[in-house]
């Protein structure tokens, strides 16, 4: 079944980093817990937009979120000290966001994951920039998996990320990472795939729309996961939707509990 990364709790949203900032809990656990029933497998957790508050506001939000997390987190910082610091505080086997080829972040962040027991989000980016063609992607992602692997990270829990971009730019940007998932998964089956969706809409009216006729794409390709908002109810309905069509959910029980729970309407 298709995961959901539930994105909200970041504090480069302005309402999220208000919460942060006054040390209002009850905002956070009541995002928390909306996120999770509306169908969030994993809570993202980013505190990296306070400058030189992100420890603080990091080990804060850890301890509020975790007496009401039932699902497991995603560490979400690109400094390794940060990450190491919220390791050691969470209780269920996290996710970590996330790990690319640029030398300087790869650098740093290999030592780190050496012998952690977590997942792994890697982003297909390297020091040239994002890529510009499916074999592209592939090539970054193969990398990220085997250097991955020979520092005992599993393939299972390797999220490939893609990274999408808008397809207001190049029309055929699209296709590009569609044709890249496809491959990915061949040479790979054991890989997921995730990442932001909301790129391919830049720029073009009727974003939602957008988003989700190409979420269907992407998992009719292998996408698997992805970091979204889950409170947009037609976004997460037109998954659970396609989960079922693609042979993912047996006897559509998924499907129809959420036809019956009103949350899949036509």
């Known amino acids: ?13 302005k309402l999220v980093q208000a919460a942060v900032a006054e040390r209002d809990a009850d905002y956070i656990i009541d995002d928390v817990k909306k996120q999770q029933d509306a169908g969030a497998n994993y ?3 980013n505190a990296g937009a306070r400058i030189g508050h ?28 940060i990450l190491e610091m919220a390791f ?65 990270i599993p393939t299972d829990c ?43 809409s830049y720029g073009l009216p009727q974003r939602k729309i957008i988003n989700r006729t190409f979420v269907t794409l992407m998992m009719n390709a292998g996408m698997d996961s992805a970091i979204i908002d889950p409170l947009d109810s037609k976004i997460m309905a037109t998954i659970r939707t396609a989960d079922m069509l693609l042979g993912k959910d047996n006897f559509c029980m998924e499907y129809l509990k959420g036809v019956r729970a009103g949350v899949i309407e036509s």
């Open 43 to 45: 809570i993202d957790v």
């Open 88 to 152: 050691q505080m969470v209780e269920k086997i996290p996710m970590i966001n996330s790990i690319s080829l640029e030398k300087d972040r790869f650098d740093t962040m290999m030592p780190f994951l050496e012998g952690k027991e977590c997942k792994i989000i890697a982003l297909c980016m390297d020091d040239t920039g994002m890529p510009n063609s499916s074999d592209d992607i592939v090539g970054r992602g193969k990398t990220l998996v085997e250097e991955l692997n020979k520092i005992g």
């Open 1 to 13: 079944m298709f995961e959901v990364i539930g994105e909200r709790i970041n504090t480069s949203r």
């Open 54 to 81: 992100e420890e603080e506001d990091m080990k804060w939000l850890l301890n509020t979120i975790q007496p009401v997390a039932t699902v497991p987190l995603t560490l979400d910082s690109p400094d390794p000290a």
């Open 158 to 200: 390797i999220y490939i990320d893609p990274l999408v971009q808008p397809i207001s730019t190049d029309s055929n940007k699209g296709q590009m990472v569609l044709d890249a998932v496809r491959d990915m998964k061949a040479a790979f089956p054991r890989v997921h795939i995730t990442g932001g969706l909301s790129n391919i």
